[in-house]
């Protein structure tokens, strides 16, 4: 019998939004790096940035949301005022992260797909890995032409407590909107990623064509196809 989905989780970058990640990190760190220059040279802010996220990554503790477990990490034994360079951290979201969508563009039929999701009476949830402030997860959205939409959920460091691709971080997403398993589909393009919330019991679409598959996870999704492919499954429960 076919499933009937309540609920699309949808990953965001490399499935809703394409991004040029070879142009697109190095330019993020530049310009940020260039940003907290009067505080600390990039050669130590840098490695400081990626020991903090690697902590975010890392961190199953159920207490300590992923935004607390940056700034533990990252103003260890750091001298400056947290509060002063957290004021610039937001400045640069606010102001200079915008520059970065030269690297980005909005996936074929993304905003399509999303909107006849919702007009489905289902709901929608950007289930991107919550290592970003919202700031930062709001504009890649208006990158990918989703800004406006009334999306359940968009998970973002400061309100999430794990990250992908631990499937603690699905089952918070079940948690937060007194989801079952069971209604819901994840629509993702990375298989080590996206796949894992089918460990707590969440139906999993493979999404073309950026497939990424590191050969650490088997590659068995309960569908695959186009991203709009998935309106199919939502109608019958079968790949087109």
Known sequence: MPRRFSTVLFDLDGTLLHIDVEAFFPDYFALLGAAVSGYMAPEKFIPRLMRATEAMISNRDPATSNREVFLEVFFANLDTPRDELMSVFEAFYR?????????????????????????????????????????????????????????????????????????????????????????????GNDVEEDLPAQDVGIAAYLAGPDVIHRGRRPRTPDFEGPLEGLLSVLDDGVAS
Request: a positive charge; hydrophobic letters at 45%; charged letters at 25%.
């Open 95 to 187: 102001t200079e992260f915008s520059k970065l969508s030269r690297h980005a563009r909005p996936a074929a039929r993304a905003r399509e797909v999303v909107e006849t999701v919702l007009a489905g009476g289902r709901k929608a949830v950007i289930a991107t890995s919550p290592v970003f402030p919202r700031l930062a997860v709001e504009e890649r959205l208006r990158w990918a032409n989703l800004d406006g939409l009334p999306f359940a959920l968009v998970t973002t460091y400061e309100d999430m407590h794990f990250c992908k691709p631990h499937p603690e971080y699905y089952a918070e997403i079940l948690t937060r909107l007194g989801l079952l398993p069971g209604e819901c589909l994840m629509v």
